[in-house]
């Protein structure tokens, strides 16, 4: 069998999780499961290659994250503009939260996925849960941040 290549675009926010009873947890998001979860389905020869941009303080935790997986490579993802996505998430109750997102990574630009050109899937991964106003203005286009 041939291996395969599944590129992953979008935020690894720096999530801030306040729990229904009041613990607090900072932990990293979005693109890092599904690249994990794409990880664990694929076969050993596979690659899934985040191709995201974060903050230079997060970028070593992250690729140390990831690196714990042999089919993921992290090469994709960089701090240039030290910018990334910062969210906080403050759970209502078991089953509601609010979110605020402080702070936005830097776009995917074409330069960025010139390395996954050759990708047999290319996976978008927006933040999805914005809030009202965020969502008037929410578009495929916007949600890869790919110009």
Known sequence: MTSRKVAVLGPIPRDHVETHAGE?????????????????????????????????????????ILGSFPNIDTS?????????????????????????????????LPADVNKV???DVVVCVPITDAGPRERQRFTPYRACQYH
């Open 24 to 64: 607090r947890v900072a932990k990293y998001g979005c693109v890092i499961y599904t690249a994990v979860a794409l990880s664990a389905l694929l076969d050993a020869g596979d690659t899934v290659v985040p191709i995201s941009h974060v903050r230079r303080q997060d970028e070593g935790p992250i690729k140390q």
């Open 117 to 119: 050109l050759d990708a």
């Open 76 to 108: 994709g993802i960089t701090s240039p503009a030290d910018q990334g996505d910062v969210v906080e998430l403050r759970y209502l109750d078991q089953n509601r939260r609010a979110e605020r997102q402080t702070s936005f990574m830097n776009p995917v």
